[in-house]
């Protein structure tokens, strides 16, 4: 039987004059398990919004075409009967978890269906012992991390007992760990009730490498594809539509392998028959690494910080340094103290032990605001900082408020509006800019101020992957101009891909500092940090390679392109 | 304050067995009790009566004591500015004129005085039941204490939305002004004078705002998603039925505010100085 | 001193009791407003009022003092914003409960009359939306509409203000000429917040959510 079917289906929202779908044909049958994938404005989430109900009933707008979930159509029910059959799990996990504590979010839906309190108990430990949360059922969401809000949220839907679910970005707020985990949880849910699965995401190889059946490519409000992984990964379409393609397809495509649907690739062990055709391209290219200047920045000398006096410290023992132009990245999962650090360099959170050290002056003794005429920080989400409402006026703010002459201003805001692409767009409003330019006007903001060091927290955060390119392309023209530059983030892709050097930090403390190369080639590391192991890494131990960083380092420079 | 945002402290005790809504009834009856009175010998007994009921709720002292405290720092605060004042008050209420202190117009009378202390007493006595409500009920039962005593269950419920996101929101707001002081915007006293300060919040505003709409829609998203609003009434996991015990102390929270009503209807108790 | 203290009492209660029956009268206006529609409350107002309880909750901890006793409270602010966006009941019940969620946990009591001049301050916030054309979340703010919300504030302020004085002189038996001069004071503070804060907040929002076309790009 079909679970969802879509006849011609156009979707025009209310406040647009463009339809955002157009004439979507689709079927999906009970129990299979589908991505569906696009870039930013590909219209993938309103394909989701039409699944769920959300469309038409909260969200207003016309709509043509036939739409019909398990046989019914959303539009003569209502919100709460397509609850019965879809049920959601959008991708910020602390709207998602409205309750006080594990197992009261669990027992949310049973509570609006008025299910009597004395029967509502085995339904959401049975909920929570699916996903592996029963231990948790009495933490408030203040003590879970992402990946176990997550897991809630998805007993939460067990618990509704529905047939399809439709994820939202289930990766989107995650670390590569407990994205892994919750992607894990979806495949043994699926093998063992047997419900419909969809998956809206733009991370592709997060979510293939867990044996999809079916993908469905979202391009300019159409299905641009609709077919197997294996034929989808050996066509080129992926990059055309502005999407990422797995790192080990990549790199197979880099060494010109042929790939057909029947090399069936989408399971990366079918890739041992390109072995000799890249292990030969490898041996016989080479590189020169790049190693930065050797000027020292910043430099941390055993800064250790607690939040309360009776606290072990939050981070303990930090030491490195960023020399002039250097691009390093602070990877590690969540909790392991990264924003801890951030706000100690910052000088919001004042270290108990350690010193720092600009440009070998020491900065122990410095304020707030001295600190940020030096070292520029730049927050992850770019709504968090835009106060103004035009790009000039954001971009100079700070200036204007450290009160610098405004011909001096002039000067200064322009140069960086045009390191940061957004010259032509000076006189716009803010707010008609693309998430992706909004970060880069927050970034000039900081620039504009001159530092010479700028710390980015998960810079490529709620970017696909064309805006993610595009803003890395930036950075490294900020990088040229000596400016050495933090990356605080979890994305293993980001920082093998950017970063010169790396920073790896696991409950407080470093456990290593290497060329990022390196340390993705310690399985040690690696497991320490609950990082991830990167699909090229993985073929280089498919092909008994011996030298696996270098390895990486070939592969992960060559396919980027940009950073030999 | 925990990290979670509540007070709430987990003990064996008699009070912590007993349903938030008869603890809710109780809070209500107390309040009434000592808005009904002016009279220092109520205060007193309510005094006394609440520690003990705190003594049996085997709160931990070191949580309790900051916020009597408080209560007390506040009381003489509130009664040094109405001696400043109202210094004769106390004098209009009984028809008395004890002049207790006097420099030139200004004369303050012991009538006042004692009306200062009545009133502190009055304010001390509300405090005990208040903090046994707040320590001893866990915020997920909140929501549900308030529907069980009438209120409509969307509106309890928002109360339970808002105990749920002060951390988050707190978390947002910090992050903001944070990210704004590094940018030189002054919060701070000395960085600049009130009227900037002031505007600088004003700065502040809009992007958190923003972010706060943008979770409102999201969360009420979530919550239609998973059915809420579906019934005209709707169940609470953390609900139980009423014992024996909520019922006894219901029933003398009833006694304990029909009492109060027929002692104020019999004496029309107005303020009480006994210095006549 | 007593002469002037009872003729004071005899006129704030005097227009205190009208303003209160007005207030009643306007209560009683927008609940039949409510019932006409036949519709409960949404969940977006119900998450709206949780969230802006707990924005208010959070914003108490900040506040700009300019003397003994009285500081500018930047949560104030969030009452004619959310009243504006949310509607009267939103603005009404986060008032209510933010002040009192934040008396609660904060002091370990709650001080029910001025919990309701936060409450009235919402709820009149809220009736600048009777006019179906103010629309800020759409960018629809025009100049009168921001004349009606300075207008609808100073009232919610006023009803606001007798209520907190009837409850505490007749609850809580304060001297009602001393709270003459903190309930003065207390809306000349939250006055200025509400127009250095609130209402240009509004006004910002509206604006940029207003669209923007025939953008060009600058050379």
């Not at chain 1, 954001?394 to 009160?403: I, K, M, P, W």
Request: glycine share 8%; proline share 3%; with cysteine.
């Amino acid at each position: 039987m079909n679970a969802i079917v879509f006849e011609d289906v156009t979707f025009k929202y209310n406040n647009l004059d463009e339809p955002t779908l157009s004439n979507i044909n689709l079927r999906i049958e009970e129990g299979e398990k589908v991505l569906i994938t696009g870039k930013s404005g590909s219209g993938k989430s309103t394909l989701a919004h039409c699944i769920n109900g959300l469309i038409p009933f909260t969200y207003k707008g016309e709509i043509q075409g036939r739409i019909t979930v398990n046989g019914k159509e959303p539009g003569s029910l209502s919100l709460f009967a397509m609850g019965t059959q879809v049920g959601s799990i959008l991708q910020d996990q602390d709207c998602q978890f409205v309750g006080l504590s594990s197992g009261e979010d669990v027992a949310f839906a049973l509570e609006n269906d008025c299910v009597p309190p004395e029967d509502m108990s085995a339904v959401v430990d049975r909920a929570l012992a699916q996903v592996d949360m029963l231990g948790k059922k009495e933490q408030p969401p203040q003590n879970l991390s992402g990946g176990q809000k997550q897991k809630v949220a998805i007993a939460g839907i067990l618990a509704m007992n529905v047939p399809i679910l439709l994820f939202d970005e289930p990766l989107a707020n995650l670390d590569p760990a407990s994205g892994k985990k919750a992607m894990e949880t979806m495949i043994d849910i699926h093998e063992n009730t047997g419900k419909t699965i969809i998956v809206i995401e733009h991370r592709i190889e997060d979510v293939l490498e867990h044996g999809f059946d079916r993908v469905i490519v979202m391009g300019e409000g159409r299905i641009v594809f609709d077919g197997t992984p294996d034929r989808l990964l050996a066509e080129d379409l992926l990059p055309r539509c502005g999407l990422r393609q797995p790192l080990y397809v990549e790199m197979l495509k880099f060494c010109g392998a042929d790939i057909h649907e029947e090399d069936k690739i989408s399971v990366l062990e079918n890739t041992i028959k390109y072995k000799d055709q890249v292990v030969t391209r490898y041996l016989e290219d080479h590189f020169t690494d790049k190693r930065p200047d050797n000027r020292t920045i910043l430099k941390l000398e055993s800064v250790c910080y607690r939040y309360f006096k009776d606290d072990p410290f939050t981070i303990e023992d930090i030491s490195f340094d960023v020399k002039v132009g250097e691009m390093l990245a602070i990877v590690g999962n969540n909790g392991a103290g990264k924003s801890t650090l951030l706000k100690t360099i910052s000088g919001i959170a004042k270290y108990q032990q350690g010193s720092m050290f600009f440009e070998d002056a020491c900065i122990d003794k410095w304020t707030t605001k001295q600190r940020a005429l030096a070292i520029g920080f730049v927050m992850q989400n770019p709504n968090h900082m835009i106060t103004k409402s035009m790009v000039f006026d954001e971009v100079a703010f700070g200036l204007r408020n450290f009160g610098t002459k405004e011909e001096e201003i002039d000067r200064k805001v322009m140069k960086a509006l045009k390191i940061c692409g957004l010259y032509e767009y000076r006189n716009w409003p803010v707010s008609s800019l693309s998430y992706g330019q909004k970060k880069r006007v927050t970034i000039a903001a900081i620039l504009s101020m001159g530092p010479k060091v700028i710390i980015l927290d998960e810079p490529t955060a709620g970017q696909d992957y064309t805006s993610y390119k595009e803003f890395m392309i930036y950075l490294d023209e900020i990088k040229k101009t000596g400016v050495g530059i933090i990356l605080i983030t979890h994305d293993m892709h980001l920082a093998l891909e950017y970063a010169d050097s790396s920073v790896v930090l696991s409950g407080g403390r470093v456990i290593a500092r290497d060329y990022i190369d390196k340390i993705l080639a310690d399985p040690l590391i690696i497991s320490k940090a609950n990082l991830k192991h990167t699909s090229i890494e993985r073929m280089g131990r498919l092909y008994d390679v011996e030298d696996i960083s270098s390895f990486i380092a070939y592969f992960t420079r060559r396919i980027t392109g940009g950073a030999l | 304050m925990s990290k979670s945002g509540s007070l709430y402290i987990e003990r064996q005790s008699i009070f912590h067995g007993l349903d938030g809504s008869i603890k809710l009834l109780m809070l209500i009856a107390w309040t009434f009790l000592a808005f009904a009175f002016m009279d220092v010998r109520v205060f007193l007994a309510m005094i006394l009566f609440g520690l003990f009921l705190l003594k049996l709720s085997k709160l931990p002292s070191k949580a309790v004591w900051p916020l009597l405290v408080f209560i007390f720092i506040f009381t003489l605060l509130n009664s040094g500015l109405l001696l400043l004042i109202t210094p004769e008050f106390g004098s209009e209420l009984t028809g008395t004129y004890s002049k207790a202190v006097g420099i030139g117009f200004y004369t303050i009378t012991y009538e006042t005085i004692f009306y200062c202390i009545t009133l502190s007493l009055k304010y001390i006595s509300i405090m005990p039941i208040t903090i046994l409500f707040l320590f001893t009920t866990h915020p997920s039962n909140f929501a549900s204490s308030l529907n069980r005593i009438g209120v409509p269950y969307r509106v309890a419920y928002s109360v339970s939305i808002a105990l749920r996101y002060i951390p988050d929101v707190k978390a947002e707001v910090e992050n903001i002004i944070n990210a704004q002081e590094a940018r030189g915007v002054a919060f701070r006293k000395g960085d600049a004078g009130i009227g900037t300060r002031l505007r600088n919040y004003a700065t502040v505003m809009v992007p958190l705002l923003l972010s706060s709409f943008n979770r409102i829609e999201v969360v009420s998203n979530a919550m239609d998603l998973r059915g809420f609003g579906k019934n005209k009434s709707r169940t609470w996991y953390h609900r139980r039925k009423y014992s024996k015990l909520d019922i006894t102390f219901a029933v003398a929270a009833g006694f304990v505010l029909v009492l109060a009503v027929a002692i104020k209807v019999s004496i029309g108790a107005v303020y009480w100085y006994p210095f006549h | 001193m007593s002469g002037f203290t009872g003729f004071f009492q005899s006129v704030i209660t005097r227009e205190g009791m009208i303003a209160i029956v007005v207030a009643i009268v306007l209560c009683i206006a927008v609940a039949l407003i409510n019932k006409q529609k036949g519709k409960h409350m949404s969940t977006k107002t119900v998450v709206a009022i949780g969230i802006g309880a707990a924005l208010y909750a959070a914003l108490s901890a900040i506040s700009v003092p300019i003397g003994p006793n009285t500081s500018f409270r930047i949560a104030i602010a969030l009452l004619p914003i959310f009243g504006a966006f949310f509607g009267p009941a939103a603005g009404f019940l986060i008032g209510f409960i933010g002040h009192a969620l934040n008396d609660a946990f904060m002091y370990g009591g709650v001080w029910w009359s001025w919990v309701f001049l936060s409450a009235m301050m919402g709820l009149f916030g809220g009736f600048v939306g009777f006019d179906k054309k103010f629309d800020p979340i759409n960018g629809a703010c025009t100049k009168a509409h921001i004349a009606m919300m300075y207008l609808w504030s100073l009232v919610g302020m006023f009803i606001g203000s007798v209520i907190a004085y009837l409850g505490d002189v007749y609850l809580y038996g304060e001297p009602a000429e001393k709270l003459f001069v903190q309930i003065t004071l207390a809306n000349i503070s939250n006055l200025i917040v509400i127009a250095v804060i609130g209402i240009p907040a509004v006004i910002l929002i509206a604006k940029s959510k207003a669209k923007n076309r025939g953008l060009k790009k600058d050379a």
